[in-house]
């Protein structure tokens, strides 16, 4: 069992990317049900364009994870630090949104 030997980093990871995916469902919720849909200046946006390619981060390092064998206690610590970060950044998002309630 691999996980025991790095019970808290592996437990670290998975309550961060849990916490991350229930905070990104609900930014897709809200942006579908409540955002501004000028989808062309959205797509033009730089500020949008990076933050699609950076919504896909957290999901590939956990598929990657298993591939990993050096460094592992480092590594789930690293994609923790970046799902929180992505966390913050979604919020940000969420905060500077004008929304049609």
């Known amino acids: 069992m691999i996980n025991y030997r ?27 049900f409540f955002g501004d849909l000028d989808l062309d200046r959205r797509f033009r946006d730089t500020f949008f364009i990076i933050s699609m390619v950076l919504l896909f981060l957290p999901n590939l390092g956990m598929m990657a994870r298993r591939s990993v064998r050096h460094q592992r206690v480092f590594y789930n610590y690293f994609f923790s630090v970046l799902n929180l970060f992505m966390i913050y950044f979604i919020w940000f998002l969420l905060s500077h949104t004008e929304w049609l309630f």
């Open 6 to 32: 790095r019970k808290y980093s592996t437990l670290c990871l998975k309550i961060s990317y849990l916490l991350y995916l229930a905070v990104f469902l609900a930014a897709i919720y809200c942006f579908v």
